[in-house]
């Protein structure tokens, strides 16, 4: 069995003990039974049980077909504010999905991890900037040759970053049954968010104006889908 082979193995071993027992129930040594292997060997490809974890919500990611799309669009200012909207609707409506419960468990997760040795949460923003981090960076970079936006500091990808936590704090707020915040004009919450973020990556109000009015009239014109990012 070739190693490409083996790792999809364990893989899909480790994501039906995860989906069985969640992350806190689940072993190493559970899933090499499940997949039939030693323990030893599931160590030569995954070095923990967080690492295997990672790989599979990477692997989610990747494979969802929204952000798919938009990882394949040429970059620009529009591809933009799409991925930063995209994210705040995912994070802010993560409690009302279909899966509301294991998204819910993986963000306790990402939160515990920064508490803890960080594992996890190293991993998993690891894999988020394989991903996402050249689409951001060349749209960001088209979006100032348009004159939609002004350079902000010397590394553009820190303003995905800052963005990103801003909406997870925005998200834990959020997340009790009883919020720990509630925000005014909860209705309005998402496109204020939005209007925040991409003002302190650098758009000008006009781009803004004109791309996020763009995507709200698009989401409003089509079914609602699932978000990731």
Same mark, same amino acid.
């Given at each position: 069995m070739t190693s490409d082979l083996r790792r999809q193995l364990i893989l899909g071993a480790a994501k039906r003990c995860f989906a069985r027992n969640g992350f806190a129930g689940t072993t190493t040594k559970s899933v090499a039974a499940a997949a039939a292997i030693s323990e030893a060997l599931l160590f030569k490809h995954f070095p923990s049980k967080a690492a295997l974890y990672a790989e599979i919500l990477a692997e989610e990611c990747e494979a969802d /077909?929204?952000? !798919?799309?938009l990882l394949r669009r040429e970059p620009s200012t529009a591809a933009l504010v799409e991925l930063v909207d995209g994210m705040v609707r995912h994070f802010l409506h993560v409690s009302d999905g279909p899966d509301r419960e294991k998204?819910?468990?993986? &963000?306790?997760l990402m939160v515990t991890s920064h508490l803890d040795d960080g594992e996890f949460a190293r991993l998993l923003y690891t894999k988020v900037e394989r991903?996402? !981090? /050249? &689409?951001?960076t060349a749209s960001l970079a088209a979006a100032i040759t348009a004159g939609d936006a002004k350079r902000i500091g010397s590394e553009p990808f820190n303003l995905f970053w800052f963005a990103h936590h801003t909406v997870l704090m925005a998200a834990l707020a959020r997340m009790p049954a009883v /919020?720990?915040?509630?925000? !005014?004009n909860a209705a309005d919450l998402d496109r204020q968010l939005c209007e925040f973020l991409l003002r302190g990556i650098g758009l000008t109000e006009a781009a803004i104006d004109a791309h996020l009015n763009r995507d709200v009239r698009s989401a409003t014109a089509l079914p609602a889908t699932a978000e990731s990012a």
């Open positions: /077909p929204e952000l !798919g799309h998204d819910l468990q993986r &963000m306790r991903l996402i !981090g /050249p &689409m951001f /919020p720990c915040l509630s925000y !005014g």
